[in-house]
Every structure is written in structure tokens, then in C-alpha cells.
């Protein structure tokens, strides 16, 4: 009787170890057991560098793999037909290190964003139009700052935090922050376009 083992792989499988077997990238399911246990431990490769590197493999090769071990099994994929094991040297976080990329980070991100915005005042001639604007409700020109800046500046950085609603200790909405969706898609497309430099270049790695 045949048993039928369902396979599913990401996109993209971050791993520490050097000896990488196909139930450390994959989540399987047989209803046999002892089948399932022979599947997960199925050598696919062994990392020979000693340098992060990163492996596109076929999942064509992995079924290839689990036939040649028991030709009985039927192989059912329900993840990427292509994926990549990206092979990270294991090291102890410097959370020294982490603080200071993310101090330098937030300043840059500050001044990067205040300049936008500053920019985006003098293109619109903001200044003058809340000039205008009390003008029209007082009657009088405004002498210096008005309520119309103050109200502005707190409005804008209202809006930015509900929109962006990066703070985890209390978020506002379950939906990932514009950011993560931006980082996940940008992530997606990288993937995409390693994969289809692997099969253009024919640089798949084969785990005969």
C-alpha cells in the first residue's frame, strides 16, 4: 500500500548547522510514522563553507530523494516549488552593537523624514497658506506662531504614530505596520529574483 507523505517548504529557511536534513527545512506529514521519521531524516546537503551562504534547491530533487529511499511513497507538495537555504554562521548576539545600528538608524530616519517633510511644507507653501487662513478668520495678519502650526505639528505626528503603529507594548490595530509589509515584500522579491537567477544560471544545488 502506498503512503501518501504531504511536504511543505518556504520560501526561504534560515539555518545554523552545517548537516541540513529535510526535517529541518520542511514540515511533513505521514500518516505512517515510520515513514515520516525516514523522511525527516533525509540528508539534503552539507554546508562546506565556512562564509553565510545561501542554496537554491528544487523541490523536484527532494521528491527525487524520497522515491530513491522508498519508491512507494507518494510525495504530495503543498509549499514553493523552489526555495532557499540560507545558511547563517551561528554567533552570540552583540546587543552593544544591536543599540548602536539602532540609534544610528532612528537618527537617520529622523532627519531623513523631517527634511521630507520640511520640503514638502516649502513645495506646498504651507506657511503661507495658514497666514491666509487666519487672515480670513481672525481678520488680522498673525504676528509669529499661531495655533494653526501647533495644531498642525500634533496632528501630524498623531498621524504618523496611528499609521505606522509600530509600538508593540500597545498596537492599535492586528494588521503588520505599513513598515512590515514593505519589509516582507521587499524580502519576497528578493527571494524571487535569487530563485530565478539560480535557474537561469543553472546554479541549483543538486543533492543527488
Known amino acids: 500500500m502506498n503512503e501518501t507523505l504531504y511536504i511543505n517548504v518556504g520560501q526561504n529557511i534560515e539555518v545554523h548547522k552545517k548537516e541540513i536534513f529535510l526535517g529541518d527545512?520542511?514540515?511533513?506529514?505521514?500518516?505512517?510514522?515510520?515513514?515520516?521519521?525516514?523522511?525527516?531524516?533525509?540528508?539534503?546537503?552539507?554546508?562546506?563553507?565556512?562564509?553565510?551562504?545561501?542554496?537554491?534547491i528544487s523541490i523536484m530533487k527532494v521528491i527525487e530523494l524520497i522515491q530513491k529511499m522508498d519508491s512507494k511513497i507518494q510525495v504530495t507538495n503543498l509549499g514553493e516549488a523552489d526555495f532557499i537555504i540560507d545558511y547563517r554562521i551561528p554567533h552570540k548576539p552583540?546587543?552593544?552593537?544591536?543599540?548602536?545600528?539602532?540609534?544610528?538608524?532612528?537618527?537617520?530616519?529622523?532627519?531623513?523624514?523631517?527634511?521630507?517633510?520640511?520640503?514638502?511644507?516649502?513645495?506646498?507653501?504651507?506657511?503661507n497658506i495658514f497666514d491666509e487662513m487666519y487672515f480670513l478668520v481672525m481678520g488680522y495678519q498673525p504676528e509669529g506662531f499661531t495655533i494653526l502650526e501647533l495644531s498642525y505639528s500634533i496632528g501630524l505626528a498623531i498621524g504618523i504614530i496611528i499609521f505606522f503603529n509600530h509600538f508593540k507594548w500597545k498596537t492599535m490595530v492586528l494588521d503588520p505596520t505599513p513598515i512590515e509589509v514593505k519589509m516582507r515584500l521587499y524580502e519576497k522579491e528578493v527571494n524571487e529574483a535569487l530563485i530565478q537567477n539560480a535557474n537561469r544560471e543553472e546554479t541549483e544545488i543538486d543533492i543527488h
Open 94 to 127: 552583540n546587543h552593544l552593537m544591536q543599540w548602536v545600528k539602532t540609534i544610528i538608524i532612528c537618527i537617520i530616519t529622523f532627519c531623513g523624514a523631517a527634511f521630507a517633510i520640511m520640503t514638502f511644507n516649502n513645495d506646498g507653501n504651507v506657511q
Open 25 to 56: 527545512i520542511a514540515d511533513l506529514w505521514c500518516q505512517d510514522k515510520t515513514v515520516l521519521a525516514k523522511c525527516k531524516a533525509i540528508k539534503l546537503l552539507t554546508i562546506n563553507s565556512d562564509k553565510n551562504t545561501r542554496s537554491v
